[in-house]
């Protein structure tokens, strides 16, 4: 069966700090990856998705992330953090049929210090 | 373009009652997607509707059902409310295309006393 881990539940740095948020799924296929944030009462907006060609994506708000088929990771990553960014990240990989039944990672709670 | 709504946005039911919550999806989009989100089991697939038809379904009792009407707009109900049920349901909304991006809306809070 898919799933998804995000070993880290909550994360602290300081702003303008570097960041990378681990993801690793299990998928038989080749995966469709995704990483979704949503702040506190909101829905969740997609920063940036794996589909194929490329392994390393740009995304939106400066976020990157890089596919790794062998060690089956989709880690994200951010050069300096503001303090806009603290909000829960998912990591989500596109499973079943038709590929819209989303498995979605437990999540990382980012908190950013002054 | 208008992104995925959702109605209500917050409800407050007592247990045994039923609900009905509402997703209207972006404009062109016939695929949609319900999830349930609580802070014990995280986000859970709930069951996927496109072109009026339930493609696929999570693994949840059958007391969650929804519903896709011609325009794509969807409906999930859940009948004889549990404790458990309180959470946030998130609807999502994409083109059909395999690996396509799903766009969620702000969801339905619901809280069962």
């Known amino acids: 069966a898919q799933s998804v881990t995000q070993p880290d539940i909550h994360i602290t740095v300081s702003e303008g700090a570097s960041l990378e948020l681990r993801c690793n799924y299990s998928?038989?296929?080749?995966?469709?990856l995704f990483w979704y944030v949503q702040s506190p009462g909101q829905g969740l907006q997609l920063l940036l998705k794996?589909?194929?060609?490329?392994?390393l994506v740009q995304g939106i708000k400066g976020f990157e992330a890089e596919f790794k088929r062998s060690q089956s990771s989709f880690n994200l990553r951010k050069p300096s953090v503001h303090w806009s960014d603290a909000a829960e990240y998912f990591c989500?990989?596109?499973?079943?049929?038709?590929?819209?039944?989303?498995?979605f990672g437990p999540g990382t709670r980012l908190s950013v210090l002054p | 373009k208008a992104g995925v709504t959702q109605t209500p946005r917050y409800l407050i039911k007592t247990r045994g009652q039923q609900v009905t919550l509402s997703c209207s999806p972006i404009?062109?989009?016939?695929?949609v997607s319900w999830y349930q989100q609580t802070p014990g089991q995280g986000l859970q697939f709930l069951f996927e509707?496109?072109?009026?038809?339930?493609?696929n379904k999570g693994n949840f009792p059958g007391r969650f059902s929804g519903r896709q009407f011609s325009n794509s707009r969807s409906e999930m109900n859940v009948s004889t409310l549990e404790l458990g049920d309180s959470a946030l349901y998130l609807c999502?909304?994409?083109?059909?295309?395999?690996?396509?991006?799903?766009?969620f809306g702000p969801g339905t809070r619901l809280l069962v006393l």
């Open positions: 999502a909304s994409s083109v059909e295309k395999r690996g396509e991006t799903q766009y």
């Open positions: 998928y038989g296929a080749t995966p469709y």
């Open positions: 794996y589909f194929s060609g490329d392994t």
């Open positions: 989500a990989v596109g499973a079943g049929s038709y590929g819209q039944n989303f498995v």
């Open positions: 404009s062109g989009h016939r695929s």
């Open positions: 509707y496109f072109s009026e038809t339930q493609r």
